[in-house]
């Protein structure tokens, strides 16, 4: 992840097309308007293709004029008109039916379009940025994606690792949004352990929801495995890896304990925050999700 954020500072200024890969709920659209907003122009447009199927598909994306089709009584912009000066993120781009894949790749070229029911021409400039959760070099061997919009997609490229690849990270993540959601609420070890040897099928969107869900159902502070949701409970997956476990011994926990204690998973985060901001303890604890006097109190109770 560190080297994702690497990434889109490196990113972010250009003006090039991005193409960010990632299994669902991996945050792919976080990481765009990181890069978008890494840019920083204009506006940041989302334009679901999945939702774009039907006859009015062409309208959303390219807007339509007064007296286009039965009901238009007046014009309307299109997703690409609000994109002009920014970006339009193309998410799960992969779903974007054929025929609209070869309007998108002549709008792509000359940064123009005519909306529905219009004879002029419309000018947009925006930058580019589109995901999917496909293998869309494989989609273009099957084709049912077009090989000249791909290569004009990928000119830079990004893959979000899924969680399952980067256990480690769990632990930080599950502090975050208990830090943002909980009010109070705390994980005993075994429920620690078994969020750590999950495989997260829906990565950190599922992450997301699983510790909400934990901690609107029960008042705390301690949360249980009788609070752990049926799927996470029932999963048969292998504890945390050998060499995790060896990292967590590191970190002064027995080298047989896959869990690393919930104090240890705190400090640890205050004193990378305070690394990344070089020492700057005001933004490290905006970056933490809490107030400066509770970080000066968190450092004295580390003695750090």
């Not at 972010?12 to 907003?37: C, F, N, Q, W, Y």
């Not at 989302?46 to 959303?60: A, H, K, R």
């Not at 979000?160 to 690849?165: K, V």
Request: with cysteine; proline share 5%.
């Amino acid at each position: 992840m560190r080297e994702i954020h690497r990434l889109v500072q490196r990113m972010g200024p250009s003006r090039l097309p991005v193409l960010v890969l990632g299994e669902t709920g991996t945050g792919k659209e976080v990481v765009a308007r990181a890069i978008h907003d890494v840019g920083g122009r204009g506006h940041f447009v989302v334009i679901d293709c999945s939702s774009m199927v039907g006859p009015l598909m062409e309208s959303e994306l390219f807007g339509y004029s007064k007296g286009a089709f039965t009901g238009a009584h007046n014009q309307k912009l299109g997703l690409l008109d609000s994109a002009d000066g920014g970006t339009a993120f193309f998410d799960e781009i992969g779903e974007l039916p054929m025929e609209l894949q070869m309007k998108l790749l002549r709008v792509l070229q000359e940064k123009q379009f005519r909306a529905v029911g219009s004879v002029g021409q419309r000018s947009s400039n925006f930058r580019v940025i589109a995901a999917t959760n496909r293998d869309l070099a494989a989609e273009v061997q099957a084709v049912r994606f077009r090989a000249d919009l791909f290569y004009r997609l990928n000119v830079m490229r990004l893959r979000i690792p899924p969680l399952r690849e980067r256990r480690e990270d769990v632990p930080v993540l599950i502090a975050h949004f208990l830090a943002r959601d909980g009010n109070g609420h705390r994980l005993s070890d075994e429920v620690m352990a078994s969020l750590c040897s999950y495989d997260w099928p829906g990565n950190v969107r599922e992450l997301e929801h699983v510790v909400q869900q934990m901690t609107a159902m029960n008042s705390g502070p301690w949360l249980t495995p009788a609070d752990l949701p049926s799927s996470v409970r029932n999963a048969k997956g292998d504890l945390p890896s050998q060499s995790m476990a060896a990292k967590y011994t590191a970190m002064g926990t027995p080298v047989d304990s896959p869990v690393i204690p919930l104090a240890e998973i705190e400090k640890r985060a205050i004193l990378d925050a305070l690394s990344y901001t070089k020492g700057d303890r005001t933004v490290a604890a905006v970056l933490l999700g809490i107030g400066r006097t509770t970080l000066y109190r968190k450092l004295k109770e580390y003695g750090v």
